[in-house]
């Protein structure tokens, strides 16, 4: 379970204070997978790492009673300047898991060849988001945290076994997704949310979010 408590975070830009949350209050429950539309700009990004601990909130507090992944394709845990095998094994030591499981699994997913073996500096953007997906799913979490679903790839065989995965894992664990487009949000969530002017407005369907989402953002 993640729990927000009468949360609030802000930013300042240089000319105003932009407002993320506003005291909000919400649970994710296990079994449960959740989707959060945001217009771009609103703080989609803040409130995932916020949920992953990688955030601290102004005010309120975030309790966390199950096992939470960084959210997908997060690069704060690797390094540039070794390879994509060298940082996996690190990541599985970290987490305990066997270091040739995680760096196999990672190999096969991203597909990066020869690349894999070099260091992540090398990597273009997109080879970097697949691996960094690809490290993620190896380990086990109790909920998965997605900041705008899918990394950005022209690779269809990437896009294939990414996607088949994430669809086997909501057998068993919770995803939370955030993104800008209900599209995206179609094929994992079962509840969802609606994130305007620091409000975080609960739905028990995908559909109530949508009709919400759509009327304060098309008019």
């Known amino acids: 379970m993640i729990e927000f408590r009468n949360v609030s975070k802000s930013f300042w830009t240089g000319s105003q204070r932009k407002v993320i949350l506003d ?38 507090d975030i309790y966390r009673t199950s096992n939470v992944s960084f959210p997908l394709g997060f690069m ?27 760096e196999a699994y990672c190999r096969w997913l991203c597909g990066l060849g020869e690349y894999f073996d ?12 697949r691996f960094a997906f690809s490290l993620m799913l190896p380990l086990d979490f109790d909920i998965y945290l997605i900041d705008e ?23 068993t664990t919770t995803i939370v997704i955030v993104s800008h487009s209900p599209q995206t949000l179609e094929k994992f969530a079962t509840s969802a949310g609606v994130l305007l002017n620091g409000q975080l407005h609960m739905f028990d369907t995908l559909e109530e979010a949508k009709q919400l989402y759509d009327y304060e953002t098309q008019g």
């Open 23 to 60: 005291q909000v209050s919400f649970r994710v429950e296990l079994g449960r997978s959740m989707g959060i539309l945001a217009p771009n700009g609103t703080g989609k990004t803040t409130l995932i790492n916020m949920m992953a601990g990688l955030e601290k909130p102004d005010e309120g």
């Open 76 to 102: 704060g845990g690797v390094v540039s300047k070794i390879s994509a095998l060298e940082n996996s094994r690190y990541i599985a030591n970290l987490y305990g898991l066997d270091p040739d499981y995680v």
């Open 118 to 129: 070099q260091p992540l500096g090398t990597y273009s953007s997109g080879m970097k988001s």
């Open 149 to 171: 679903g899918m990394p950005s790839s022209t690779d269809v065989e990437f896009n294939r076994k990414a996607g088949s995965i994430l669809q086997e894992r909501l057998k």
